[in-house]
């Protein structure tokens, strides 16, 4: 047995497993139960997203220093499994800080005749991956101790080299858009050292002049009568369009129908598509990081034809945006979040 292995294998030290069920999800549980006895005057607030994320982020560099797996790595794959987790499934991680969610048979072995099983040794025994880290003689996926716990000493079975990570991620999807989305997590993480990269910026300088409305869904005839995905956003030439989000470009590059374009994918496992400008800043290029207001390229009227064909409309930024289910994406309504951006930023700004 390598010593990597083994060093999963062993338990948590008392004191560590004191901190870390301090910090995880039973204290929002237990916040829960005590606020259903409390005086209503005394019950205490939620969390906020601040303290949440603090929280999440202390218990996945603890696992991380216990296992020796690269924080980022685990933070990847508990933030991409959050986003692709269906509704129905979400109801259940509520109160939760880790959204790794493994598949019974992936938990307790693909031939464990329970699918549900939380015992340890029979675990092993049929090859799952459930560990108990809390000490407690189960190892229960709906603990977030057990569960990244357990998600680290499966990686860490592999090694702990880029290339060991990527295969470890192959064997547990079995899906290259998933390997893909972790991987990219693990860049952005990587580049900015910490979990709290959500901050958004509107996707236009407030100070320029442009129009915008909601034309989700409106009938389009350039390229084929299809509908419109996406909000038009229209400003004179060479104002500056910049990036929402915190992301990874994914797309540079010229297209038919949306001339020069740019695409960026965020860790809320977003896709900002940005079309018809008049070029690209320099900075920028498919593997790029980017952060909010960012300027990425400027507003033109490129596209329906031969690269550098523009013109046949007046300037203007094709916004779109699509979210990934694990399998496919699908195109949203990008209005709300835009009047959102735009309002938030210009309340910074009084």
Not at 57 to 81: F, K, N
Not at 141 to 147: G, I, K, V
Not at 256 to 265: T, Y
Request: proline share 6%; with cysteine; glycine share 10%.
């Amino acid at each position: 047995m390598s010593h990597a292995v083994k060093g999963c294998g062993k338990m948590l030290t008392s004191a560590l497993t004191v901190l870390i069920l301090i910090t995880q999800s039973p204290a929002s549980i237990a916040w829960a139960e005590t606020t259903k006895q409390a005086d209503p005057i005394q019950k205490q607030a939620a969390p906020s997203s601040d303290e949440i994320l603090g929280q999440r982020g202390e218990l996945i560099r603890e696992i991380s220093e216990l296992t020796h797996v690269p924080w980022v790595y685990l933070a990847a794959v508990d933030q991409y499994e959050r986003t692709v987790t269906p509704k129905s499934k979400a109801e259940k991680l509520k109160g939760r800080l880790i959204g790794i969610n493994p598949r019974p048979e992936f938990w307790a072995g693909w031939l464990n005749p329970d699918p549900e099983d939380t015992r340890p040794v029979s675990i092993s025994l049929f090859g799952g991956i459930g560990r108990d880290a809390t000490g407690d003689g189960t190892a229960n996926p709906a603990d977030d101790l057990d569960t990244l716990y357990s998600m680290a000493c499966y990686l860490k079975r592999y090694g702990l080299s880029e290339e060991d990570f990527h295969i470890a991620l192959w064997r547990y999807y079995q899906n290259d858009r998933a390997v893909s989305r972790v991987r990219q997590f693990v860049k952005i993480y990587q580049a900015f050292g910490k979990l709290d990269l959500f901050q958004t910026s509107f996707v236009l300088p407030l100070s320029s002049s442009y129009s915008y409305r909601s034309t989700w869904g409106d009938r389009r005839g350039f390229g084929g009568l299809r509908i419109h995905e996406g909000t038009d956003l229209f400003a004179p030439y060479g104002v500056p369009v910049r990036s929402a989000c915190y992301g990874i470009i994914e797309m540079k590059g010229w297209n038919r129908f949306g001339g020069w374009r740019v695409g960026i994918r965020d860790l809320n496992n977003r896709y900002h598509y940005y079309a018809h400008l008049q070029g690209f800043d320099k900075k920028i290029d498919v593997g790029s990081l980017v952060v909010p207001g960012q300027v990425i390229g400027w507003v033109g009227s490129s596209g329906y034809g031969k690269p550098g064909t523009q013109g046949k409309f007046p300037p203007h930024l094709h916004y779109g945006i699509y979210r990934d289910t694990g399998y496919n994406e699908w195109a949203f309504d990008p209005y709300p979040l835009l009047k959102r951006w735009e309002n938030e930023e210009r309340r910074k700004r009084k």
